[in-house]
């Protein structure tokens, strides 16, 4: 068993020794949900102040509203009551640093872990590649507040959609923990 399962495991028997969330409702409490990174040092639990049952957090590499994530935004307003959205990036995403060509490049020559340094990504070991990431769009970021009215305009003009749903666009600043509103992205995003 690896150490980090070891410390997982324990972390968890630990948490269900002293659970008492056992009775929280399936709907989200305060009835929003925050699409956001992936990124370990986004906290949406300490950043937006919820517990447990509070809201729903849907994350993924970005924040981007992609297709999975608007499935997962329609079926928590649709079956479960959520009427607020926050679309939430950050600085210093990891997402701006390499582009759609890049990733499918590294991908085609390897599988394995890839490193950056001062001429950029390259791969440590070139075997077992797939030239499938070719066919991926990797929802990278080029311009990080145009990519966050970019998601929310995309989300508030799904068809799937509620049109009477609040969309709010978000920076989180990863030096100071704030997070900044992108006017442009909340106004896209503003109940129809």
């Given amino acids: 068993m690896s150490q980090i399962l070891n410390e997982v495991l324990n972390a968890n028997a630990e948490y269900a020794a002293h659970f008492d969330k056992g009775d929280l409702a399936l709907p989200p409490g305060r ?6 990174c992936m990124d370990a040092r986004l906290d949406p639990a300490k950043y937006a102040g919820l517990s447990e049952g509070d809201a729903h957090v849907i994350r993924n590499a970005g924040g981007r509203a992609s297709d999975d994530a608007i499935r997962s935004l329609v079926i928590s307003h649709k079956l479960l009551g959520t009427q607020e959205w926050f679309v939430v990036h950050h600085t210093d995403c990891g997402m701006e640093f390499f582009t759609d060509k890049i990733m499918g490049d590294l991908l085609n020559d390897s599988l394995h872990t890839a490193a ?19 066919y991926i769009d990797w929802l990278t970021i080029e311009d990080q507040t145009q990519s966050i ?3 929310v305009r995309r989300i508030r003009q799904h068809s799937l959609v509620a049109k009477d749903i609040a969309i709010y666009g978000y920076l989180y600043d990863v030096k100071t923990g704030k997070l900044i509103e992108i006017p442009a992205a909340t106004a896209a995003g503003k109940p129809l």
Wanted: no cysteine.
């Fill in 116 to 134: 950056v340094g001062e001429n950029g990504w390259h791969n440590v070991q070139t075997e077992g590649g797939s030239a499938e990431g070719k």
């Fill in 149 to 151: 009215v970019d998601d």
């Fill in 31 to 36: 009835k929003f949900a925050i699409l956001t």
